[in-house]
């Protein structure tokens, strides 16, 4: 078995079926483009590419194989796709696979199998336009909405560590939040700012 998913919340329901999970997967390949250059050279050549995420707001843990054998595997991105749902409303969308990858360079980076906490993975444009109308530190169109976002930290590594990291992989924009304690990272154009 690739990947383990923990603790499925009790309204976990067939709506959420292996079949809609395979889906989300293949859309998330079909969405896929050639890795990027700068991150491409930063993801490691190797016959497997992993990450171990936690929810912090659902408190489900995963740990999954998503790449193997020259190609992505549809059932990890699935479950993945799943685990960084927009936790305000179960919406699921496929995560872009460069977000993975950069992830993956970020944790490989740092020399870390720590899971990767989760602050938010994927927005829907309902929860999206709810955080604008509170802060302007949200775009009206945030890559979130895109599924090729995430607000991130890791444990036993400073957030000042992992953004000098995100940053140095110019994957794409990487947002610094120390107040608030996380860093964003996206697969957007490469750009860089500081939050609260």
Known sequence: MLSK???????HTPCHSRRRFLA?????????????????????????RSLSFHNLHTGESLKTVYWADGGYVP???????????????????????????LLHAITDRLGTAKPIQLISGYRSPT????????????????????????????????LR??????????GGGVGYYPKSDFVHVDVGRVRRWNGA
């Open 127 to 158: 929860t999206n336009a709810m955080l604008h109308a509170r802060s302007n530190g949200v775009a009206v169109h945030s890559l979130h909405m895109d599924g090729m976002a995430s607000d991130i930290r890791i444990p036993g590594h400073d």
């Open 24 to 48: 989300l997967g293949a859309g998330a390949l079909a969405g896929a483009a050639v890795a990027r250059p700068a991150l491409a050279k930063s993801v490691a050549i190797t016959p497997e």
């Open 161 to 170: 560590e992992l953004h000098e990291v995100a940053l140095s992989l110019r």
């Open 5 to 11: 998913l923990l603790r499925l919340p009790a309204h």
């Open 75 to 101: 059932g990890s991105l699935a479950e993945i796709n799943y685990l960084l749902r927009d936790f305000r409303n179960d919406e699921v969308k496929a995560i872009h696979p460069d977000l993975l990858d």
